[in-house]
C-alpha cells in the first residue's frame, strides 16, 4: 500500500558511503597533523594561552647537572622546560626545532613534552 504523502527511502549504494567516510577522515587527520610555531618569547609572554596544545618552537638546547634537566633558550634568555630527557639529551649546544604537547603550570613552569627533533644548526656552546 502507497500513501500520496509517504517520503521515498533511497538507498545509497555502499561504496559511495565508504568513499564518503574515507574523505571525511581524511580531512580530519589532515587537520590534526598541524601545529603552531611559536617563537619562545611569545610562550613566556603568553604562557596560558597555549597550554595543553601541540606547538613548535626554535631554540638552543641546554642543561643542568644537578638535578639533570634540559630546557630550550632564544638569545633574550626565554627558556621552556624540554621532556623526557632522553628526546634532547643528545642535542645539548645545538639550534633545535622541537615539536610537542605544551603545558604552562603555576606549580611546574613551562614545559615542552618533545616528540619531534630537528637540529637546525649548531649553536654557540
Request: proline share 5%.
Amino acid at each position: 500500500m502507497s500513501y500520496a504523502n509517504q517520503p521515498k527511502i533511497v538507498l545509497r549504494h555502499p561504496s559511495s558511503v565508504v568513499l564518503s567516510v574515507v574523505v571525511v577522515l581524511s580531512l580530519l587527520g589532515a587537520c590534526s597533523d598541524t601545529t603552531t610555531d611559536v617563537p619562545l618569547a611569545r610562550l613566556v609572554e603568553q604562557q596560558a594561552e597555549y597550554d595543553g596544545q601541540t606547538l613548535s618552537t626554535t631554540g638552543i638546547v641546554r642543561t643542568f647537572d644537578e638535578p639533570r634537566h634540559y630546557w630550550i633558550e632564544d638569545d633574550d634568555l626565554n627558556r621552556v622546560a624540554l621532556e623526557p630527557d632522553e628526546a634532547v639529551s643528545d642535542y645539548v649546544g645545538e639550534r633545535i626545532r622541537v615539536t610537542g604537547d605544551y603545558r604552562a603550570d603555576y606549580e611546574t613552569g613551562r614545559i615542552l613534552e618533545a616528540t619531534q627533533v630537528t637540529v637546525l644548526d649548531a649553536g654557540p656552546d
